[in-house]
């Protein structure tokens, strides 16, 4: 884990006081508080969630409900605390009534993502849930299907190993989604003692690097995969936005890590 640089912070801090007074979507006009992220500005672990919540937005911090207690609880089951990590969101901005991401309020968000990645550099980003699977992989493949599998890929410039896991929020609900993201949970260990892809001596045998969603206004396409018996979201209702024009084309690949 290298220190972030005084630029680095200083970069940061003016992100988080742009996102705080952020007008470029209708959701700055319901929301109490926006949600830059928060943690560790130098943490080899990112996670990444899909949007403010009611605690979050009277907070203005992320993960501060029952989803993030079990986020807490999960990080205590590999030796971490949130305070060592760095907790940011797809959405800076609470949705009225948690509903899910519009299309364009992701593509005026995505940017503040992409620059939090940039200046942060985690070796690993732990997407949680569909939203932001989709939205870092740029593929429509949902996180039933691509859960605790690595990817790696490359974010602005950044090579990271990509790890979808159940969103916490639709594990509280769900015993079999709980033993899934444990078990999941419990792999990161082993994925963030491995070299950051670009950095290793040799790749790792099967491994292969993703195209990346490069492109800021990169956009998933509709989803394909979700199975009626396990929603993929933490909120049932379908949720990918359409594929935006010029979107590269997404195709990642595994890793054989596990
Ligand atoms: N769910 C999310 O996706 N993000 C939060 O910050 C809280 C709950």
């Known amino acids: 884990m290298a220190p972030a640089t005084?630029?680095?912070?200083?970069?940061l801090a003016a992100l988080r006081a742009e996102v705080e007074a952020c007008t470029l979507c209708d959701l700055h006009?319901?929301?109490?508080?926006a949600v830059p992220?928060?943690?560790?500005?130098?943490?080899?672990l990112m996670f990444v969630g899909e949007a403010p919540g009611y605690h979050e937005d009277q907070q203005g911090r992320p993960f501060v409900g029952q989803a993030g207690k079990l986020l807490e609880q999960l990080l205590a089951s590999i030796g971490l605390t949130r305070e060592q990590v760095f907790i940011a969101n797809v959405l800076k901005s609470r949705p009225p009534n948690n509903r899910d991401p519009r299309p364009e309020e992701i593509v005026a968000c995505q940017p503040y993502l992409w620059r939090q990645i940039e200046l942060i550099k985690p070796k690993v980003i732990c997407t949680l849930g569909n939203h932001a699977t989709k939205l870092l992989t740029g593929n429509p493949a949902g996180i039933t299907r691509v859960h605790g599998r690595p990817q790696a890929m490359e974010v602005n410039g950044v090579g990271l190993y990509l790890y979808p896991i159940f969103h916490p929020a639709a594990a509280l609900y769900t015993p079999a989604m709980l033993t899934t993201l444990k078990e999941d949970f419990l792999r990161l260990p082993e994925l963030l003692a491995h070299e950051a892809p670009g950095d290793?001596?040799?790749?790792p045998p099967a491994a292969s690097t993703a195209a990346p969603p490069s492109a800021p206004n990169a956009l998933p396409s509709a989803p394909t995969d979700a199975p009626p018996s396990a929603p993929d979201s933490p909120t049932s209702a379908p949720d990918a936005p359409p594929a935006a024009p010029g979107s590269p084309p997404a195709k990642p690949e595994q890793l054989g890590l596990f």
């Open 200 to 203: 290793e001596a040799s790749p």
């Open 6 to 11: 005084d630029d680095d912070l200083a970069a």
């Open 29 to 33: 006009a319901t929301r109490t508080m």
């Open 37 to 44: 992220g928060e943690g560790d500005p130098a943490s080899d």
